[in-house]
């Protein structure tokens, strides 16, 4: 394990019981302030007939109603442009930016001078610590920004720490490794799926780089530090340590992983966290999987009370090997359940496809999963480029015909997979979109 450092001991360490007691107490105050200033709180808890005084324990709050992205959609397009749920008076907002749109419509996020300078910094003080990240690191950032609030927060976070940052927006992938290895960077971040692009061209081009100072590799928008084969590709890649980083555009920056790599905190000082049956909506037994549902404690600009995240995880309550008390999502985000798709019969993650195809050395980073229209019995077929021209037909052959077997071990499905030419399947920056619908 690397060396364990703090942002602040006495938070990260106390025992279960002050933490939930001071949950409890921070839930009740962001609920009467955003029952107080929002018609969109008001009207929803009105609704359900509950008031935020009728929150006298921690288990009382499965009584407030959820809150979802489609509700914060519809409340924009109602009340353009931001909505009825913002809590201050937009002219407020000194950061303005938009959630990616993968899942439909963006929506628009507004943080006041509080969120954006105080709230987001103590965020990223937990993510900091946990990564080992010093002030006399050098950031390189390869990405352009544009609205997308994660880089933002991550360059000015990590900016104000002391960290020299490089932005590395506007350059070509070949300028990007260029300028890793011309300004000495140690710590990159990304999605998983851009910094394997990154490691895979570096190493293509002569130029490889585990070669480079990089030591830390900071990944978010995607599952990858905790998805062992991506894991493994990147740190070797890049011979450097991965580390992921979770968040929404919508609640910011709630979880890190840390030095003991056993699975994902959350700074549970800021957030309270759930884990749901994402039929039922109710609370699963600790270490069963669920629905993510997290709740903003401290951020007074548009606080989500029992937001939606999609995400499917397992929560851990046992202290980590780091001394934190914080929960952790074991294994980090499992998947999601908007991604997870029902086929023959089998409910199938993306994700758990993708650590199959991740093993096999002949095959590249990418994928594509081509799900069939329903009822035409066809199979799920699996799109893979071969990862290097010298990989003879036979060797090919051999390994498409193991993997099928390892797909039909795990899953009790067999995919058909299509070798495509190398380079041929689409390339993502951010979010990668790889599941295809036949139609
Ligand atoms: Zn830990």
């Not at 080992?132 to 900016?159: C, K, N, R």
């Not at 070797?236 to 030095?259: H, I, M, P, Q, R």
């Amino acid at each position: 394990m690397h060396e364990i450092s703090y942002w602040n001991r006495e938070t990260e360490t106390m025992s279960r019981e002050r933490l939930q007691n001071l949950q409890l107490e921070l839930f009740q105050n962001q609920m009467h302030y955003v029952y107080e200033r929002s018609p969109f709180y008001r009207n929803k808890y009105d609704a359900a007939g509950i008031k935020p005084s009728d929150i006298k324990t921690l288990s009382d709050i499965e009584r407030v109603p959820l809150t979802t992205k489609e509700e914060l959609r519809e409340s924009q397009a109602r009340h353009p442009p931001w909505g009825d749920f913002l809590c201050i008076p937009p002219q407020e907002a000194v950061r303005v930016f938009k959630t990616t749109g993968t899942t439909g419509i963006p929506v628009r996020i507004a943080l006041n001078k509080y969120d954006w300078e105080e709230q987001f910094q103590e965020q990223f003080m937990h993510h900091m610590h946990g990564y080992g990240i010093q002030p006399s690191d050098i950031l390189f950032v390869p990405f352009a920004y544009g609205l997308h609030m994660a880089f933002w927060g991550f360059h000015t976070a990590m900016e104000r720490a002391g960290v020299t940052v490089i932005p590395g927006g506007g350059l070509s992938t070949e300028e990007r490794i260029k300028n890793i290895f011309e300004w000495g960077a140690t710590v990159v971040c990304g999605t998983p799926t851009y910094i394997l692009y990154l490691g895979e061209t570096a190493k293509r081009t002569g130029q490889p780089l585990s070669e480079s100072d990089v030591r830390i590799v900071v990944l978010g928008g995607e599952p990858g530090a905790n998805v062992p084969s991506t894991r493994r590709a990147i740190e070797g890649l890049w011979e450097a340590t991965c580390y992921d980083d979770l968040g929404s555009t919508e609640l910011y920056n709630f979880g890190f992983d840390c030095v003991a790599k056993k699975g994902t905190h959350i700074i549970e000082t800021l957030y309270y966290a759930e884990c749901l049956d994402p039929e039922t909506l109710k609370p699963v037994p600790t270490g069963e999987i669920g629905e993510l549902v997290i709740s903003n404690l401290c951020t007074k600009s548009m606080p989500l009370l029992r937001y939606r995240l999609k995400d499917l995880v397992r929560l851990n309550e046992q202290t980590c090997d780091c001394g934190r008390s914080f929960l952790r999502l074991d294994g980090g985000v499992l998947g999601r359940s908007d991604d997870m798709f029902h086929f023959a019969g089998v409910n199938i993650f993306p994700s758990a496809i993708e650590n199959l195809i991740r093993e096999v050395p002949e095959f590249s980073n990418e994928y594509q999963l081509v799900l069939p229209e329903m009822g035409s019995g066809k199979r799920l077929m699996i799109r893979i480029e071969p990862d290097s021209s010298d990989t003879s037909q036979e060797e090919m052959h051999q390994a498409v015909s193991a993997f099928v077997k390892k797909v039909k071990h795990h899953m009790t499905i067999t995919p058909d997979v299509e070798i495509v030419e190398i380079g041929k399947l689409p390339r993502f920056e951010m979010k990668a979109r790889r599941v295809v619908r036949e139609e």
